[in-house]
Structure formats: C-alpha cells, structure tokens
C-alpha cells in the first residue's frame, strides 16, 4: 500500500531539509565555532554556497535519470560500470552509515543529559541503539510513511529553532561577533568544511525522483528551498550561538552547545526545549538517510559490489536498511566520531564534485549548462584539499580515520568484485528507469 504512493513537494523538501538540519548544526557546531571563532557564520555561508552550487548537478540528473539509487545512478551512466564507479558508490554508503553514526551520537548525547541531567554514557548508547532501530523499522514500511513522518518532524523542530533564533537575537553581545573575534581565513573555510556534512542531507532528494509527483516542477523547487532555507536557518543559528556563548562554554558543551545557547533568554526551560528540538533534528536526519541509504545499498547490491542480501526486499523496504542501521550502532558506540566527522566530510565532498564532473561530462543528455557543474566541481576539489591540508597540519590524526574509510570503501569493491567475477549488468542499474528508457526509444524509432 505505501509503496504505491506518490510523495509531493512537501515531503520531498521535508526529507532535504530532514537530512540537513540533523546531526550536523547539532552535533559538531561547537567544533565550528572553536575553528572560526566568530567568523563561524561564515563558515556555514561558504559550505552553504558549495552545496546551493551542487545542486544544479543533481536537479538535472534527477530529471533524466529518475532512480530510487539517486548518486549510484549517476556514478553509472557517467562513469561507466567500472572499479572506480564501485569504489565511489561504496564510499557513498559508508558516508551515509558515518552520518548515521554522528546523528544518532547527537540523540543520544542530547537525550541523556535531558534526562539525566548529564552526559551518562550507558544511557547514550541506549538512545543510539533504540532511535536507530525505530527508524529502521519506520522505512521498512515504504516511501509514504517516511515522508510522512518526516513532515510532522520537520515541521516542529524548525519551528523550535525559528523560535529559538528570533528570541536569542535579544541576548546576543555583538562584540562576540566582530572582526577581532574571526580567526585566519583558512580556519573559517576549514570550520566550514568540516562540517560541510550538515548539508549532504539535500541529495536523498534525488532519492525522491521515482517517487515524486510532477517531478519536473517539484524535484528543482525541492532542491533548491531545501539548501537555500537550510542555509539560512544555520547562519542564523550559528550567529545566535557565537553572540550568546563565551569560547570556555564552547568548548564545555560541544555535544550540546546551542541548548546552553538558549538559557540567557529562556533559563532552563530554553534548555530542555532546544534538546527536544536536537532529538527531533537527529531523529528526522537518521529518517531521511535510511531511506537514501537503503535504497543506495540496494542498487549497490544490484551492481555486484556487495553482498546479494543488501537487495533483498523486507515489506516495502530493503534489507540494506537493516545492515547499515546495525553497522551505523557500531560507529557510533565504538568510534571517535570528532574524527571520522572529517570523514564524512571528505567522503561527501569527493562524491559531491564527483556528481558535477558527471554533469558537466552528460550536459547534453541532462541539457544542462556545463560551466555552471565545472565551477562546482572545482570548488569542491579545493575544498577537499583544504579540509585536508588543514588537518595534516594540525589534527593529523582525524586523517588516519579519512585515510581508513577511502581504503576499506576501495577494498570492499575490488575484492568483491574479483569474487564474484561478473560481467556487466545493465546500462541502468534500476529497472524502471531502464524500463522507461527503453519505452522513450521506442517511441523516438516510431
């Protein structure tokens, strides 16, 4: 029944902004602010800017090839069925898992000190495991429901955090904003860069496309409302947490900075509401990203690169929701995840200006104008190499986790690939899109 249901505008946008406003602005905002200082709403403007680029490349991919895999696909027909498009697609879905992680690292910091009062760690594992396993279940039950509940989600965690932005203005001091507060350039973009994954959420969008009703209206305004209110829900955010906030409170509260953020105008009450709206926030991004990343393990699984039981359908989801759920528990009670948020990073910047060289090298067939990809590409390509020169320079050990995620995402996929000794599957990875190809081909014979 769900899976038979068309998702509009609304819940397209609801599962962008779902996979944005997550563990990102919640989790690893403090970590931006002790980079940039009070340049840290330009950090988030600068990674705003390279995603609002982005997703140029993915509306017109989207529209030419609507696919349940969204990135894979594209990987595919760009690429080619390839070791590098296996390596790319893997790396995807160990992104996705390390997003996973950090999102529901943040749930169940912010909830145990709601409830405890302080971080206990046994109750943060607890919440980990129970809020990913509840959503593993949720996008079992198809399309529909997801972005139902995402919805009701995403609508009461950006009220909250309207809310909480328009108040706080009063409470700010605008000293902790001005120049003298900024720190060097290349620590502004790095604030900004590590925490570039605050906004990979928009690309299961492109998840969304099979899906969607009216896609050629609704796909392009998903897209583009969904960066662009995110971008300035973050910047607003981020000014009312550098303003309220001294470094030492920062640097306390990391975890949970922007619920401290909230008590000079609110007191405790503020507190409690801003960890609710954390544990919303986290909740909807895991949401959004088991159901991006179920559907990318899938069609990996259908590409030979993993293991046939990725693909294998449970009521209206698959089973890959179930192994990257379970492989998500295991990130996110056993790692450092301060490091592996570099990772992250790394991993959607690279599968980022992967995706604009795919539509700058398929802009005839996505009608697309090619610079517009080309200047995203690059963008992204330097970004990477500041995220990690910066690193190497000081913090060479949060490399060691990025170098571990590329390696093991390429090795999975080779030696895979070797084992199971395949021979091409399709030119389309998702049989209704090759099926819809195949029906405009004959129509153009005719």
């Known amino acids: 029944m769900f899976s038979r249901r068309k998702i509009g505008f609304w819940e397209a946008y609801s599962i962008g902004v779902g996979g944005m406003v997550g563990g990102g602005i919640f989790a690893v905002l403090g970590l931006t602010i002790t980079l940039a200082g009070g340049g840290a709403p330009v950090s988030f403007l600068m990674a705003g800017l390279i995603a609002l680029l982005t997703t140029y490349s993915y509306t017109k991919l989207s529209l030419r090839y609507p696919s349940e895999g969204g990135t894979i696909e594209f990987m595919v027909q760009a690429y080619g069925n390839s070791v590098f498009a296996g390596w790319v697609n893997t790396l995807l879905l160990v992104s996705y898992i390390i997003m996973l992680a950090l999102y529901a690292y943040a749930f169940g910091s912010y909830g145990s000190v709601l409830i405890m009062g302080h971080e206990t760690v046994w109750l943060e594992q607890l919440l980990i495991v129970l809020v990913l396993l509840t959503f593993v279940v949720i996008n079992l039950m198809g399309a529909w429901l997801t972005g139902r509940s995402e919805d009701i989600m995403v609508f009461i965690k950006l009220a909250i955090l309207v809310i909480f932005s ?266 209704r899109l090759e099926r819809r190809e195949n029906r405009e081909e004959k129509r153009n014979e005719v």
Do not use: Q
């Not at 897209?223 to 409170?249: D, M």
């Not at 995620?405 to 389309?428: A, M, Q, T």
């Open 166 to 431: 328009a108040t706080c203005f009063f409470t700010i001091d605008p000293s902790k904003l001005s120049l003298e507060h900024w720190k060097s350039p290349l620590s502004i973009m790095t604030g900004g860069l590590i925490i570039f994954l605050a906004y990979e959420g928009f690309e299961l969008i492109a998840n969304t496309a099979a899906d969607i009703s009216d896609p050629e209206k609704n796909l392009p305004r998903a897209f583009f409302w969904s960066v662009f209110s995110v971008i300035i829900l973050y910047v607003v955010v981020s000014i009312v947490a550098v303003g309220n906030l001294t470094p030492e409170e920062v640097k306390k509260a990391k975890d949970y900075v922007l619920a401290v953020a909230a008590e000079p105008f609110f007191g405790k009450s503020g507190f409690i509401i801003i960890a609710i709206a954390a544990m919303l926030s986290t909740a909807s991004a895991i949401n959004a990203t088991l159901y991006g990343g179920g559907r990318v393990s899938y069609l990996i699984a259908k590409y030979g690169e993993l293991p046939e039981g990725f693909k294998r359908k449970i009521k209206n989801g698959y089973e890959g929701m179930i192994i990257i759920g379970l492989a998500a528990i295991i990130f996110a009670t056993m790692f450092n995840l301060e490091n592996i948020s570099v990772a992250g990073s790394f991993g959607f910047l690279t599968i980022f200006g992967l995706v604009n060289l795919a539509n700058f090298i398929l802009h005839e067939e996505t009608k697309s104008n090619r610079w517009i990809s080309f200047i995203a590409f690059l963008a992204c390509l330097a970004s990477v190499v500041v995220l990690i020169g910066y690193n190497y320079m000081h913090n060479p050990t949060s490399l060691v986790s990025t170098v571990v995620v590329v390696l093991v995402s390429f090795l999975l996929s080779y030696l895979y690939r070797i084992y199971r000794d395949r021979e091409p599957l399709s030119e389309y990875l998702d049989k």
